[in-house]
């Protein structure tokens, strides 16, 4: 196997041994970012290919997804940081119902590495805890995420139940079930504020720092 087919099947196989040597050696020809979006994240969509073909079960899937937040974390002290003066306060969370937290736990990285102070709520968050967060921590913005489905739904009731609270501020939303047309044809109607779709982490940085400036 080439270094890159085998950072892939580290995540597939949800094997950690020999993971970090391996890159290490990635380290010398790639980024860091460059790696967990290149062969981890093709890794990843294998394993979601898989799972959808009844060909891993949970228990396995849990055990891919250890190997990429290792990997997110070796990786994160070679990301490139700028930290320049605070640039905004962002708080962000899973939506209820949905435990998926890699993609949202890379978006608070790279936005921290980038002068942002992060507030991560977790996951399952429930609109109410949003809303009593938000009048504590007083944010920037507010970014949601969610891999399910259904949690494309609870962004739009999560959205009615901010605007309810009085909140309109700007809301940027993300993850695999989302799309830029849902963003913009059901969440943006049901809310008071700007509603932005981040395809990915880099894409959530160019939108914060679009908000910030
Ligand atoms: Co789940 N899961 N899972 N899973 N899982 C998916 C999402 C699924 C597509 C797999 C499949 O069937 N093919 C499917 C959803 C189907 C659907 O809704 N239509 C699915 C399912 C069904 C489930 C369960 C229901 C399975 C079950 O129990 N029977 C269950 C759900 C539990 C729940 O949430 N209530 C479940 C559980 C799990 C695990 C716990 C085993 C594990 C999660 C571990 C964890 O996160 N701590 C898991 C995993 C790992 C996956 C897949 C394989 C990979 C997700 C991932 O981490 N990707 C996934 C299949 C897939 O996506 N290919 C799948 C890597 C990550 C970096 O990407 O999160 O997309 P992603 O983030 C991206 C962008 O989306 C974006 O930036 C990131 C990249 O830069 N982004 C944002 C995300 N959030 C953002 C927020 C922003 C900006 C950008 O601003 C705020």
Redesign the pocket.
Known sequence: LTLEERLASYVVEGSKEGLIPDLDEALTKYGALEI??GPL?NG??E???L??NNELI?AE??Q??EV??ASVAYLESFMEKNESSVKGKIM?ATVK????????N??EIILSNNGYRIINLG??VPPEQIIEAYRREQPDAI?????????AQQMVSTAQDLKNAGISVPI???????TRKFTKTRIRPEYDGMVLY???????LALANQLSD
Do not use: C, E, Q, T
Request: aromatic share 2%; no cysteine; net charge positive.
């Open positions: 967990i979006n994240m990843m969509s394993v979601g290919r799972f959808n949970v899937v849990l891919s997804a990429m937040k962000l119902g949905d435990v998926h937290d890699i993609g949202k890379l978006v996951i399952k970014g949601l995420s969610g891999l399910l489905v259904k949690s940027m939303v993300g993850g695999a079930a989302l981040a395809k990915d982490a880099m894409d959530g």
